[in-house]
Antibody, heavy 126, light 111 residues
Framework: QVQLVQSGAEVKKPGASVKVSCKAS????????LYWLRHAPGQGLEWMGM????????SYAQKFQGRVTMTRDTSTATVYMELSSLRSEDTAVYYC???????????????????WGKGTTVTVSS | DVVMTQTPLSLSVTPGQPASISCKSS???????????LHWYLQKPGHSPQLLIY???NRFSGVPDRFSGSGSGTDFTLKISRVEAEDVGIYYC????????FGGGTKVEIK
């Protein structure tokens, strides 16, 4: 069955970076887009961006431009999300999700997500 | 940003009774290709969000037919014809016409 297995919880200090992984199985890895979202305490669900595993093209939410990097390794069917310059407001559960999208002029655009990982808790605290 | 506004914030429903959740967007979600980029998710307690409905009214695989979605343009509704105990959780609408934004969520509990 389709599974997205995320890496374990992280505790980081302000200013540090965190890299979360998401290993896909049970489907054709390059046939679907991978999304990253987060849910901070007391806040709403927030889309961070997406990656097309086929060529590695990415699209990031404006809020995270310059701080987030999404990559993929097709040999292991794994995507990664790295967030830098962490601050306390980045404390959240981070989700990867498989989904559909459209790539226009080399840039992925979102559509919807159909399978989510279980989430990775990232805590930023001094 | 496209702002998604859900009402009500919470619902307490007797099992077997219907429930309805409204979602309004700050701009039309109708794409030039004719599709409408409005989707519904349910986050059950202790679980990740799960897809219920995509493109306004299409039930995702395995979703019971007591769930239905309707609407167009900027006004959308999710209906549960007969609420069951397993339907508790937070329901979110999501738009993807312009990046992705979610509604604030509607918490459904059982009376």
């Amino acid at each position: 069955q389709v599974q997205l297995v995320q890496s374990g919880a992280e505790v980081k200090k302000p200013g540090a970076s965190v890299k979360v992984s998401c290993k896909a199985s049970g489907y054709n890895f390059i046939g679907y887009y991978l999304y990253w979202l987060r849910h901070a305490p007391g806040q709403g669900l927030e889309w961070m961006g997406m990656i097309n595993p086929r060529g590695g093209a990415t699209s990031y939410a404006q809020k995270f431009q310059g701080r987030v990097t999404m990559t993929r390794d097709t040999s292991t069917a794994t995507v990664y999300m790295e967030l830098s310059s962490l601050r306390s407001e980045d404390t959240a559960v981070y989700y990867c999700a498989r989904g559909y999208g459209i790539t226009l002029f080399g840039v992925p655009s979102p559509y919807y997500m159909d399978v989510w990982g279980k989430g990775t808790t990232v805590t930023v605290s001094s | 940003d496209v702002v998604m506004t859900q009402t009500p914030l919470s619902l307490s429903v007797t099992p077997g009774q219907p429930a309805s959740i409204s979602c309004k967007s700050s701009q039309s979600l109708l794409h030039s290709d004719g599709k409408t980029f409005l989707h519904w998710y349910l986050q059950k307690p202790g679980h990740s969000p799960q897809l219920l409905i995509y493109e306004v009214s299409n039930r995702f695989s395995g979703v019971p037919d007591r769930f239905s979605g309707s609407g167009s343009g900027t006004d959308f509704t999710l209906k549960i014809s007969r609420v069951e105990a397993e339907d508790v959780g937070i329901y979110y609408c999501m738009q993807s016409i312009q990046f992705v934004t979610f509604g604030g969520g509607t918490k459904v509990e059982i009376k």
